[in-house]
């Protein structure tokens, strides 16, 4: 009877480590958002809490110009820029087909960051803080390029947008 609740306890034990490995596991890998919400319903979530004037809606030539994306290569995108110079606020939320299209949106925001980090490094250090700070954020069909104050409030609301919350 011993023997036969030390294999039962053993095997208990073995099962239990499995199953914590494989939570920590799951925990450690990264997740990707795959989102059914509509590209409106997340481009007003994400946007309301913005001021529409440091972050006014601009042209798909100034998209390309900015970022150089072919804003028809994406189900749908938005860029928002101040037109002054010497802001750095910006804000794209794009949505895509597939994801190969995430790692050139992916590419296109850090290009667009090391680029303006170093003009700014010039002669706008507080611009060039934003830089630093920029958020790149690519999920399974939705991503999110921002730079401005709050990016970890900004990456919140985007993946509550993306889940369906408020």
């Not at 990707?32 to 946007?47: A, D, L």
């Not at 002054?84 to 290009?111: H, P, T, W, Y």
């Not at 667009?112 to 700070?133: K, N, T, W």
């Amino acid at each position: 009877m011993k023997k036969s609740s030390s294999v039962w306890i053993n095997s208990f034990m073995a099962l239990t480590l499995v199953c914590l490995l494989g939570i920590f596991l799951y925990q450690a890998l990264p997740h990707t958002i795959h989102s059914r919400q509509p590209f409106e319903t997340v481009e007003q979530k994400v946007t309301q809490s913005l001021d529409i004037a440091v972050y006014p809606e601009v042209s798909t030539s100034r998209l390309r110009r900015y970022l150089d994306l072919d804003p028809s290569a994406y189900a749908n995108i938005k860029f928002f820029r101040n037109g002054d110079a010497m802001s750095a606020n910006e804000l794209c939320i794009v949505q895509f087909d597939d994801a190969q299209r995430g790692q050139a949106f992916e590419d296109a925001a850090k290009k667009r960051i090391a680029s303006q980090h170093d003009i700014y490094a010039g002669y706008a250090p507080e611009q060039s803080a934003l830089m630093e700070s920029a958020l790149v954020d690519v999920e399974d069909n939705y991503a999110l390029y921002y730079v401005g104050d709050n990016a970890s409030e900004m990456e919140k609301l985007f993946e509550t947008a993306l889940k369906g919350g408020k």
